[in-house]
């Protein structure tokens, strides 16, 4: 792994903002499925948006145009929903079987998975249908190319573990150099560092990507920065 090295700044770290992509009619339909259920866990504990946003740490505006499917949130803030509500992250795309004492398992065929777009990913998400599960896994498309895709660094509980299928990758950290990645490659680092990825090469690079720290906490802390939405 390389060592140290001078920081990187992406975007106002005074004032942090969450973006979309642009209009991406692929992406519409996922969005607002996403949005549609975010609005019923959230009605489903009677909570206000008010209240729901103190929990969440996330800002009311931002909240709503979730919701409302305005809004395609970035992974960080889509942990925070599912702590603040106290709520699994597969229940966001669809149906999540509970846990079971032993003999878990999900496959998940090729393309099948559920899709989730922000920034400079083209996410796919995997066994979805588990619920509370160790680890979330990911297929994803980095379309980003360049920093400028990102107004601030990613970063949230857990750690992560990166494996390049195709294409080459940077991935950037708030604590290291640069560290340039291959095809065949991989990389396990603290999701707390913030981080981003970009495609080097021609094309959009496709990697394997793993989190833990998806699941809700025995007691989830109330948070209390939030994200304001431009």
Request: proline share 5%.
């Amino acid at each position: 792994m390389d060592g140290p090295g001078r920081n990187v700044i992406i975007g106002n770290k005074s004032t942090p903002t969450m973006t979309t992509l642009r209009p991406n009619p692929s992406s519409d339909h996922s969005t607002a499925d996403l949005g549609r259920r975010v609005k019923h866990a959230r009605v489903a504990q009677d909570l206000t948006l008010e209240t729901a946003s103190r929990l969440c740490g996330v800002s009311r505006s931002a909240l709503s145009k979730i919701e409302n499917g305005l809004m395609s949130p970035t992974f960080d803030v889509l942990q925070k929903i599912v702590r603040g509500l106290q709520i699994d992250l597969a229940q966001l795309f669809g149906s999540a079987s509970p846990p079971s004492a032993s003999g878990r398992r999900a496959l998940t065929r090729r393309n099948e998975g559920q899709r989730h777009a922000y920034r400079g990913y083209q996410m796919e998400l995997l066994a979805t249908e588990l619920a509370h599960k160790a680890m979330l896994p990911f297929r994803i498309r980095i379309s980003a190319h360049t920093l400028d895709a990102f107004d601030d660094w990613g970063r949230h509980e857990g750690e992560e573990f990166l494996y390049v299928i195709s294409g080459s990758v940077c991935l950037y950290s708030e604590l290291y150099a640069p560290t340039h990645l291959n095809a065949g490659d991989s990389i396990y680092f603290d999701s707390r560092t913030g981080h981003a990825a970009i495609s080097t090469s021609e094309e959009d690079a496709e990697v394997l990507w793993m989190a833990t720290g998806g699941g809700v906490p025995a007691s989830a802390p109330a948070a209390t920065s939030a994200i304001d939405a431009q």
